[in-house]
């Protein structure tokens, strides 16, 4: 989008308005120009045409914005507005305008009716989208998918940082893989083969190995670096960002990756898939045991399908990669009929934080219809009405409309799910938001909501906003919440 003509632009309407002593609806106009800049390829007043309007007012609107049916009008009248300016300004030929306000009159009436479609329920969508579509994932600290940085060791005191609780195979697992690996192919089994994995996995950890492992004694003596911080992201990395590793303890900083790889697989640490390489289950049993060996506390994740509701949201919000969390919940969800599913998750969601709120209600909507009866049952909880009337309505079962009220507590409540991700990564949820997040009026008047997080929410919105207009309101409202709390 570019700012800069729109900014020209509201200015040149303002005094248009005044000298014509004509009401302009400024903040209206400025969102209908920024989305047609965002989404139709408007770069200036000229570019704009009647489809233009069916597009802005009967598809991206309703997709976008936070409004009840009603407000259709006022966008309508602002829309009439913009193309008298249009036409007075020389910016499209009379014909032109008399074909817009064509268009407008056949708009008007079906504006609301795409506002009133549950099928774009506009809040949530506009919402989610400004959060990203990983704001799931990023809220439960499944990995973002950047690439780890590998390049700093740990420091040499193993107790120094808490070692992440790891998943574990079953033991029946790991003793059938340990057949799979050729370090242990034409030995006969002896004792307890796991006990046996332990030991070999020490001894590769030892120093002095004088490179037996890699075939390097440069690269063996920095293995145990290097599976620990494997152990502890707990995911698949590229192989090139483990070679940058490796190259920076070979003295002349020429390895042969594929060999060196090849080297650890043959014992049984690494796999890899395509360009990524991870520890293999054995690897991190292994790892695991020699921390215990050497008094750490090496804790195990516990299996989050045999928890009920609440402990799935909090091992989910204390952070599992990617595969793990879909497993789980594919695993919970299938131990479940829809409708007990939906009842565990929605009484485990009431009066939580918002961001477990999140993790619950994300689960939810994959439930089928089955689960109508729980899903209404949640009508009557003021947190869960919304999101209770947006899963109804997104099934085309029979569904309350939201108020205005309620669409600014959920929007509220959607963006202060957002928060960890936007604390954690601000210039993405900047970019989002000047994307597609909420009007300026509707920021404004987030103040008045009944919600816990609505000051932390409007700080964040002043903070990130790329539009200084609409970060001031931001500001204001979340000055205004403020002192409505002190109250």
């Known amino acids: 989008m570019s700012i800069e003509w729109v900014n020209q632009a509201i200015d040149d309407l303002r005094a248009w308005g005044r000298t014509r002593e004509v009401e302009v609806d400024a903040d209206e106009v400025r969102l209908l120009c920024d989305y047609a800049s965002d989404y139709l390829n408007v770069n200036e007043l000229g570019d704009f045409t009647p489809e233009t309007f069916d597009e802005l007012l009967l598809s991206i609107y309703p997709r976008k914005v936070i409004a009840p049916p009603e407000s259709a009008q006022e966008t309508v009248a602002a829309a009439r507005t913009l193309i008298a300016y249009l036409s007075e300004a020389g910016e499209v030929g009379e014909t032109a ?28 969508k506009s919402l989610f989208s400004s959060i990203g579509p990983e704001s799931l994932e990023q809220s439960i600290a499944i990995p973002s998918g950047e690439v780890p940085d590998l390049g700093e060791a740990p420091c040499d005191c193993p107790g120094c940082t808490p070692l992440p609780a790891v998943r574990l195979a079953s033991a029946e697992d790991l003793v059938a893989a340990l057949g799979g690996v050729p370090m242990l192919a034409g030995q006969p089994p002896h004792g307890d083969p796991l006990a046996a994995w332990a030991a070999s996995v020490a001894r590769l950890l030892e120093p002095g190995t004088g490179g ?15 599976f620990d911080l494997l152990y502890r992201l707990q995911v698949r990395v590229p192989v090139t960002v483990i070679g940058d590793y490796l190259g920076e303890l070979a003295d002349d900083g020429e390895i042969d990756l594929a060999a060196v790889l090849d080297r650890l697989a043959w014992h049984g640490m690494i796999q890899v898939t395509g360009d990524d390489a991870e520890l293999t289950s054995l690897a991190v049993w292994g790892l695991r045991e020699h921390y215990l060996s050497l008094g750490l506390d090496a804790p195990q994740a516990p299996d989050l399908a045999e928890a009920d509701a609440l ?78 009337i947006h ?38 949820f900047a970019e989002n938001m000047a994307a ?30 790329p539009d200084g207009t609409v970060a001031k309101a931001a500001r204001k409202a979340a000055f205004k919440a403020r002192s409505r709390a002190i109250r």
């Open 212 to 226: 037996a492992v890699t075939g390097s004694a440069e690269l063996d003596e920095g293995l145990y670096d290097l």
């Open 311 to 388: 402990g799935l949201i909090e091992g989910l919000l204390d952070g599992v990669p990617t595969e793990f969390a879909e497993h789980d919940i594919s695993r919970w969800l299938t131990g479940r009929a829809p409708g007990e599913a939906a009842a565990e998750l929605l009484a485990a969601a009431s009066g939580a934080p918002a961001v477990a709120r999140g993790i619950a209600i994300t689960i939810v909507d994959r439930l089928e219809a089955a689960a109508e009866p729980q899903v209404r049952g949640y009508l009557d909880d003021q947190e869960l009405r919304p999101h209770a």
């Open 391 to 428: 899963w109804l309505a997104a099934r085309g079962l029979p569904a309350p409309p939201l108020t205005q009220e309620e669409l600014l507590w959920v929007s509220v409540d959607m963006l202060a799910l957002a928060m960890p991700a936007a604390e954690e990564d601000p210039e993405i």
């Open 97 to 124: 305008a008399a074909r817009m306000r064509d268009r407008l009159d056949g708009i008007a009436p079906r504006m609301s009716e795409a506002l009133a479609d549950p099928a774009n329920f506009g809040m949530a």
């Open 436 to 465: 597609s997040g909420p009007p300026a009026h509707m920021i404004e008047e987030m103040w008045r909501v009944d919600h816990p997080d609505v000051v932390e929410v409007l700080e964040l919105l002043g903070r990130s906003i």
